[in-house]
């Protein structure tokens, strides 16, 4: 299935790839791709672009994609990583046809490995790391054979089977394609296809003492699932010459692999390796912490799969790498909140408010729409009372020109209440404001208002009675530079001690029903969800965004 031809002018080049071995008839007019993660850590938000090309790219052209695990590293790779990667990708909306392991191919892996022995294309390495990175060359001398490369096939075939049956002992021998030792590509001088690793894989057991390499596995798990576009991220381009040699020798499907620009995000790290040191060493409260770059960071942030997606859409598919502004990330999400999210009310920086003409121990509702955006979802009920809470820079005692909140003598609505007219000032013995005394104008309520008054200025509160502790976790940038993994030193030096703070606010009653996952916007705050650590004895909500970009502002 070819697109239609209106949206060949938007197409990405991997798209024109597809579209053209379609005309062609090429895979018998298949698509099949492939997201192939290693089960070492939990994904992050780069991975999440490749799960959007892979998966989308199949749906556009009526396809599949196969989730296949690169489990070819038992040291590192765990079942929970497993796990929480079907949750992200499910997350994210998409689902795969097959579930695949490259574990589930090594018996198959190990034929092809003797195939190629047999052909006299690869040989057993009895050399150490130091040696064989001394023969290697550099890119502008020319490798040197060592004593081991000329060994017979027989010799080699034995020594083989030998390392699959455990005789020798980790890290003693390597077996290694035999290409060319003076190619200009450093992965064609005789690169490893096997290594000796005593360690129990968390499918096979203790099934295997030899795992493979990733360049060997990689290529042809590819060709046994007959995938017809592996997509990788561009610092793969040198390893397509080695990709496209094992398949050609081993005459077996011919995959293809193409390259795309991966994604970097100001002010974040995207190595798995880095952010597992983040999470060990305790500067995150874990891989899911929302300030991580990790999909599970984001998604306990607050963000959706609809605002990810549209993030991956947005940026497209390059060949060149840039670094992506975390703010057009924070733009999508915003988007999205903005549509769907409740509206609520919460002081965080409390002012005491005294209404003064209001009667003691009345409680009085006020109707305050959930989301203006989605009128369906009708209004709720807000209590409003004698005593209330407004935000501290809601009000100046001494306002500048144009101050349109709350002064001495000056005039203010309360958002789906009254307006009120603040009276007296009342300052404890160091002279803060301590509270502020105000009249409400009776006949002023929101929806009924015969007042005639006409005021520039709208406050969100909570009646002092009615509300109820929420703690507040606020967010900033994980690290004070836009590209860490590029300063000097260990990219730990950058991380932003400022990046977390929590403080408790006092919000409306409507809270004590919120559940984890829940997504509201705080009146002239931002956009905040219920978090797990929510109980029965308080909800805990996390920012995740502000209502407009205050960073690029204060840059």
């Keep these: 299935m070819v697109a239609d031809k209106t949206e060949e002018k938007s197409l990405n080049f991997i798209e024109e790839i597809v579209e053209k071995d379609l005309r062609e008839g090429k895979n018998d007019g298949r698509v099949l ?229 991966r994604l970097n995000l100001t002010y974040t790290v995207m190595s798995k390796r880095k952010l597992l040191q983040l999470v060990n060493e305790g500067h995150v409260s874990g891989w899911d912490d929302p300030r991580m770059p990790t999909i599970s960071g984001l998604r306990r942030r607050g963000y959706t799969p609809a605002s990810i997606r549209n993030f991956c859409e947005r940026i497209g598919v390059a060949k060149r790498d840039n670094l992506i502004d975390m703010s057009l990330l924070e733009f999508c999400i915003r988007e999205d909140l903005n549509a769907t999210s409740p509206r609520r009310m919460a002081v965080l920086d409390p002012l005491k408010v005294i209404i003064t003409n209001f009667p003691e121990g009345k409680t009085e509702m006020c109707l305050s729409e959930n989301n203006p955006e989605q009128p369906e979802t009708g209004d709720r009920e807000v209590p409003f009372s004698r005593e209330l809470y407004i935000e501290q820079d809601d009000f100046m005692e001494n306002p500048f020109k144009k101050y349109f909140r709350l002064a001495p003598g000056q005039m203010v609505r309360l958002k789906s209440a009254y307006i009120i007219r603040c009276d007296e000032v009342v300052k404890d013995a160091d002279g803060n404001v301590e509270e502020v005394r105000c009249t409400y104008i009776e006949n002023s309520k929101s929806g009924q208002d015969e007042s005639g008054l006409k005021v520039k200025g709208t406050l969100h509160w909570v009646s002092v009675a009615h509300s109820i502790p929420v703690e507040i976790r606020q967010y900033d940038r994980l690290f004070r530079v836009e590209d860490p993994s590029s300063e000097e030193g260990d990219f730990k030096e950058y991380l932003n001690p400022d990046s977390l703070s929590v403080i408790t606010a006092h919000a409306e009653p409507a809270f004590k029903t919120a559940v984890p996952g829940e997504a509201f916007q705080l009146l002239r705050k931002g956009y905040f969800s219920v978090d797990p650590d929510s109980s029965d004895a308080g909800v805990v909500l996390n920012q995740t965004v502000g209502l407009r970009d205050n960073w690029a502002k204060g840059k």
């Design 33 to 261: 791709t492939r997201f192939p993660p290693e089960p070492n850590g939990y994904l992050h938000i780069g991975h999440a672009k490749s799960i959007c090309l892979n998966f989308g790219l199949a749906q556009k052209y009526g396809g599949g994609t196969n989730l296949r695990f690169d489990d070819t590293n038992p040291t590192t790779e765990d079942i929970e990583y497993v796990d929480s990667i079907k949750n992200d990708v499910r997350w994210l909306g998409f689902d795969w046809v097959e579930e695949r392991y490259a574990s589930d191919y090594f018996d198959q892996l190990y034929a092809f490995a003797v195939k190629l022995i047999e052909k006299g294309l690869a040989y057993v390495d009895d050399s150490t790391a130091e040696e064989i990175a001394a023969l290697k060359g550099t890119p502008t001398e020319p490798g040197k054979p060592g004593p081991y490369r000329d060994r017979s096939v027989a010799e080699n075939l034995d020594m083989f089977e030998r390392m699959r049956k455990g005789e020798f002992a980790e890290g003693s021998r390597v077996l290694r394609a035999k290409i060319d030792l003076a190619a200009p590509n450093m992965h064609l001088r005789d690169p490893f296809m096997y290594r000796i690793k005593f360690a129990t894989h968390h499918r096979t057991g203790d099934k295997w003492c030899i795992y493979p390499m990733y360049d060997f596995a990689h290529g042809q798990s590819d060709a046994i699932e007959r995938i017809t576009h592996s997509i990788c991220t561009l610092e793969f381009i040198p390893h397509r010459a080695l990709y496209d040699w094992f398949i050609e020798k081993l005459d077996i499907f011919p995959s293809k692999q193409y390259e795309f620009a």
